[in-house]
């Protein structure tokens, strides 16, 4: 089936600090979105990208579908940007559905 | 407010036993979604339903039930039949106009579910 992979593993920032995350999928989707989960278990919905750019304030996301990558870009980090980041891609694998990463750990310290 | 709740927040289940976690919306969605979540992983896919009175199995729906009587909610059965119970499980929604799947989905605050 199709993988979905995310790097790194784990970060760890300064505050103000930027970073890059990186979401790999091994085959065609129909649309991949970026999620935030934050300390206490709630998931956010931050992109719906199946393909372009998009920006929201301190976040922006790049989707290249044609070379199966997404990244998600954080500027100027905050505490409250703690948390695991998750992307998720639309196809089929034994059926048709969501089909997530591991996600991204990333704490920003004070 | 407009959004998704989940009940308990924690729920203890003994060996044997069902419970049922609840999962109620007010954002009028049409779709809604169970997911479980194990310690540092993705989530995966239980059941999903398109519309009243219809539901489909995800991935892993070996050992739970779900319904669908009233569009704002879908309840999960985690019955005995499945032995690994303890996880964290999320619910979602989405409106189902661009089809399940293909649109933003929004998560209720989960249910951790421990097995005594």
């Known amino acids: 089936g199709i993988q979905v992979e995310q790097s790194p593993p784990d970060l760890i920032l300064q505050e103000g600090a930027n970073s890059t995350l990186r979401c790999n999928f091994s085959?065609?989707?129909?649309?991949l979105q970026w999620f935030h989960q934050n300390p206490w278990g709630q998931l956010i919905n931050l992109f719906y990208?199946?393909?372009?750019?998009k920006q929201n304030g301190r976040l922006s996301a790049t989707t290249v579908a044609t070379e199966r990558y997404s990244l998600l870009y954080i500027s100027s980090s905050q505490t409250t940007d703690s948390g695991v980041y998750f992307c998720?891609?639309?196809?089929?694998?034994?059926?048709?559905?969501?089909?997530w990463g591991a996600g991204t750990k990333l704490i920003i310290k004070p | 407010d407009g959004g998704i709740t989940q009940s308990p927040k924690y729920l203890f289940r003994k060996e044997g036993q069902n419970v049922t976690l609840s999962c109620e919306q007010n954002?009028?969605?049409?779709?809604m979604y169970w997911y479980r979540q194990d310690p540092g992983q993705g989530l995966r896919l239980i059941y999903y339903?398109?519309?009243?009175?219809?539901?489909q199995k995800g991935d892993i729906a070996e050992g739970y039930s779900v319904s669908r009587e009233k569009k704002e909610s879908f309840p999960l059965t985690v019955t005995s039949a499945q032995k690994n119970p303890t996880a964290f499980y999320l619910c979602?929604?989405?409106?189902?106009?661009?089809?399940?799947?293909?649109?933003?989905?929004?998560f209720g605050p989960g249910t951790r579910l421990l097995v005594l």
């Open positions: 954002l009028n969605h049409d779709a």
């Open positions: 979602a929604s989405s409106t189902g106009l661009a089809g399940v799947f293909q649109e933003t989905q929004y």
């Open positions: 998720a891609v639309a196809a089929w694998d034994s059926n048709y559905q969501l089909i």
């Open positions: 085959d065609s989707v129909n649309n």
């Open positions: 990208i199946p393909s372009g750019t």
């Open positions: 339903s398109q519309i009243v009175n219809d539901f």
